[in-house]
């Protein structure tokens, strides 16, 4: 009886994903291939980015080097496959593109074979909002003292 109880109360890995999660998922790995594409035809310079891409204020006012200062950088080097260039220019990008790509993964995954990924249901029980935003916050401060650290020094 024990045995049996202990195997029920194990976490599934794995359930079936439902139609609605499928087409979640679909658009969700859509979305993030869609932005790596664009990003690796900007950085081969087959499009034009530059309309959306403004110079920095708090750069040009301070001198210094803003939070998200590298980030567009990053993510083309990502796109490119220079991943480690990608973390050099500014590390949080690279974390998130890393993230992201891991993310587009088990969509896809999700959306192809219509297998839904229990943990992720209990990570966002188990995490707050609040928590995922500060942990963001706190990441973009991290590589936010990286790019300022590499300002000072020059």
């Given at each position: ?62 001198g ?25 220019i ?6 998130f ?58």
């Open positions: 009886m024990q045995q049996n109880q202990q195997l029920n109360n194990k976490q599934k890995l794995f359930g079936y994903a439902t139609n609605q999660q499928r087409i979640i998922a679909a658009v969700l790995f859509l979305g993030i291939a869609g932005t790596f594409g664009l990003s690796a035809l900007a950085a081969n310079d087959k499009i034009d980015i530059s309309w959306w891409l403004r110079p920095c204020g708090f750069k040009q006012r301070f210094l080097p803003c939070p998200t200062c590298g980030m567009t950088t990053s993510l083309l080097a990502f796109s490119q496959g220079k991943i480690i260039e990608a973390f050099y500014q590390p949080a990008a690279g974390l593109c890393s993230i992201t790509v891991v993310v587009a993964f088990l969509a896809l995954f999700t959306a192809v074979f219509g297998v839904y990924f229990e943990f992720i249901k209990h990570i966002f029980a188990k995490v707050k909002i609040r928590n995922i935003i500060i942990a963001l916050l706190v990441i973009i401060a991290a590589g936010w003292a990286v790019t300022l650290a590499r300002a000072l020094a020059d």
